[in-house]
Each structure stands twice: as C-alpha cells, then as structure tokens.
C-alpha cells in the first residue's frame, strides 16, 4: 500500500510539474513575441524618417510578412528549418532595409537535414540574430556579416550564428536604449530551454563565444545552439 501510494504521488507531482511547465513556456513565448514586434516598429519609424517613401514600403512589405509569420507560429513550439530559414532570411532582409544597407547573409545547411522534418523552438534562433544585428554589427558602421550553419552533430542538431560585429566587450560598454531588451531576450531563451530541456532526454544547450583577429582586435561574435534531432514538446 505503501508503494502504491508512494507511485501514485510521484505521479501527480509529475502532472503538476508538467502542467506549470507548459503554462511557462507559453508565458515565455508570449512575452518574446511583443519584444520582437516592439523593435520591428521602431525599425518602421527609423526607415519612415530617414529612408523615404520608397524605402519605407519595402519596409512594409517585409514588415507585414514577419508579423503574419510570427502570428502563425503563436501558438506552436517548434517550427521547421525550412520555414526557420525563410523567417530569418526575411527578418534580416527586413532590418537591412531599416539600416539602408544590406547585411550579408552566409547561410550552410547540411545536405543530410530533413528541412521539413527537422525541428528548432520557435523564436528562438530569432533573438539570436537581433542581438548579432543590435549590438555587434549596428554600433561597427560597417558591412554586416552573418553567417549561419545548421549540420548534425551526432544525433544533436548543431546551430551557429557568427557575426563581424563589436563583439561582446565593446557592445557591453555601449549605453544604448536596447541594452535592457538584449540581457531580457536572453534570460528569457535560456528559461524557455530549460523548460523544453524537461521534455528532453538530450539537452539543448546555448553557449557564446568571443571572436577576436590575430592583432587581438575583437572580430565578432559566435553563437552555439545544439537541438535534439527528435525535439519533442508539449504537444
């Protein structure tokens, strides 16, 4: 009797566990989507302002399709590579447009990846970029580069983003309005990988890393995030 008892608390203590679980994760995503929709729209004033009419409907255009995008994905935890590439390619597009200067997008996916059948959490690769964009390649004032390779790594989908910007250290001194948005995107993707850590055997992990030329000199930024190949969710 004991150990039924026993089994049977274990088990609601599970329940309860999963329960607040996917009340966290769909908090989590809910507070990642108005941050996004918040730095697109000063992107709209900037490109309003300083870019014409010609630039601000290009600005538009792609605007619209990010929002309709990220819309759909609400209520999603996970979204394929396949439309993983097209939204970030459409995001970076979006913020060339708002900077009046096209950043080089270098993109690498391993022929061996089932782009429609292999999975990363949705919103996640996107805070990522915006940090790439934000603080490393906005405050350098010079052609962007971001390079991004998914490849498998022994069962783990492997996911790196590197950029040509400041660098952690110099972005860490500047005193600009998104400083509290960076260090917020990041908490909050680190919270929503333990959560979906929960629902792992093997865990995703999210590492950063300082890149620097031969004089010393900082030459960017490099991102590592690593995904189970069978993701699984709440659903």
Do not use: W
């Not at 008892?5 to 989507?33: F, G, H, P, W």
Request: a positive charge; one cysteine or more.
């Amino acid at each position: 009797m004991f150990l039924v008892l026993e089994a049977k608390l274990i088990k609601e203590r599970k329940d309860r566990n999963l329960q607040v679980s996917n009340l966290e994760a769909k908090a989590y995503r809910a507070q990642m989507n108005p941050h996004f929709i918040f730095n697109a729209l000063n992107g709209m004033q900037s490109a309003m302002v300083l870019g014409g009419e010609q630039e601000f409907n290009k600005y538009i255009t792609s605007f619209s399709k990010l929002i309709r995008n990220t819309i759909e994905m609400s209520s999603d935890d996970r979204i394929s590579i396949a439309d993983e590439v097209a939204y970030i390619s459409n995001y970076i597009k979006l913020q060339g447009h708002r900077l009046k200067q096209e950043i080089d997008l270098t993109l690498f996916i391993d022929p061996d990846l089932n782009q429609k059948e292999v999975y990363l959490p949705c919103m996640m690769l996107q805070p990522i970029v915006e940090n790439a964009i934000v603080h490393g390649i906005i405050p350098k004032k010079k052609q962007g580069e971001i390079n991004i390779q998914l490849t498998n790594d022994h069962g783990m989908l492997k996911v790196t983003v590197t950029d040509n910007g400041i660098g952690r250290v110099a972005a860490a001194k500047q005193k600009e309005k998104y400083a509290k948005h960076k260090s917020f995107a990041t908490q909050i993707m680190r919270e929503r990988i333990d959560i979906f850590n929960y629902y792992n055997e093997r865990k995703l992990e999210f590492l950063m890393e300082d890149l620097y030329h031969k004089d010393g000199t900082a030459a960017g930024t490099k991102v590592t995030l690593y995904v189970p190949l069978d993701l699984k969710t709440r659903n």
